[in-house]
């Protein structure tokens, strides 16, 4: 009977402090979490910046400004010394098409992902602006 | 104290070993416990964040397509050429219904001219990968509300982002 309790309570000693032990384990689980959710805000942040590249693409091309005019439109819309692929297209007759593509590094070594972003407007008639307005 | 009353009174420190015994094999898998429901909870956030990013984008989008598809309500019907021009168009011939001025009632005409707005806002909304709700289109003043289907991660849960936009011909600037 006494050999049994001392087991008892000798096994009771050694699991002592697991709880602490599995939660020092889990945190960098939930720190790792955490950072992919803060990378995915962040996707959607960009994937929010290279829509609105893309409108300001599409706006400056089909009021008559020029590839290079439609570019710097859609840089400017986006943060300074962000990385950008711009193009812009004719798509049919009445159309224009700006396309916006930004690369994103992700967190953990993963490979950077691209977001595209597409906005077409419809062509207008008149003078191109003048870039000396703006 | 005689040996029978030892045997007999309650020992503390029996109480102790078996409160011991009883609580040990209740507490263990606790921490389990507790890890899995943070899990359950850091992957419903996950999923949450995964939904909200694609509902941003997908507004962001939306509000594109309204804004340019109410532009191009305002556009000038010139810059939509026709697709394909008719072989020989024959002039009207005297006497002939057009002569008369009976085809082109004012009133027709401002009604196809609307429809046209709202055919050149559907198409610009559509090429932006969205749908048009309703324009409400003149000459001067276009407002136009488009919608977007966004589908949830979980489930396929489908919902309907919806943007409004407003274009005004303006006085030109002095």
């Not at chain 2, 104290?1 to 011991?20: D, H, I, K, Q």
């Amino acid at each position: 009977m006494a050999s049994r309790i001392r087991s008892t309570t000798g096994r009771l000693r050694s699991e002592s402090g697991s709880a602490t032990v599995e939660l020092a384990a889990a945190i960098p689980l939930l720190v790792a979490v955490t950072l992919a959710m803060v990378a995915l805000l962040g996707l959607a942040r960009d994937q929010v910046l290279a829509q609105g590249a893309a409108r300001e693409a599409a706006r400056e091309a089909a009021i008559g400004g020029d590839l290079a005019r439609a570019s710097a439109a859609a840089r400017a819309a986006l943060p300074p010394g962000r990385a950008a692929e711009v193009a812009v297209v004719p798509d049919g007759a009445v159309r224009v098409r700006a396309s916006v593509e930004l690369p994103v590094g992700l967190p953990f070594g993963v490979r950077p992902a691209v977001i595209k972003a597409t906005a077409v407007a419809a062509r207008e008639l008149g003078p191109a602006p003048n870039p000396a307005d703006q | 104290m005689s040996p029978r009353a030892a045997m007999e009174a309650p020992s503390t420190r029996g109480v102790a070993v078996r409160a011991n015994l009883l609580e040990g094999p209740a507490e263990r898998g606790g921490a389990t416990l507790v890890g899995l429901a943070l899990a359950g909870i850091v992957l419903m956030a996950g999923v949450v964040a995964v939904d909200i990013g694609a509902l941003a984008g997908s507004r962001a989008a939306a509000q594109t397509a309204a804004d340019m598809a109410a532009l191009a309500a305002l556009a000038p019907e010139v810059a939509h050429p026709p697709q394909s021009e008719p072989a020989h168009e024959q002039p009207p011939e005297r006497g002939s219904a057009t002569d008369k001025g009976e085809s082109l009632d004012i009133f027709q005409a401002a009604h196809q001219a609307r429809d046209g707005r709202a055919s050149r806002a559907a198409e610009i909304a559509m090429a932006n990968g969205s749908e048009l709700v309703r324009c409400d289109c003149s000459a001067v003043q276009a407002v136009v509300s488009v919608r977007r289907r966004v589908r949830f991660v979980p489930g396929g849960l489908t919902v309907l982002v919806t943007a409004r936009a407003r274009a005004v011909l303006g006085r030109p600037p002095p």
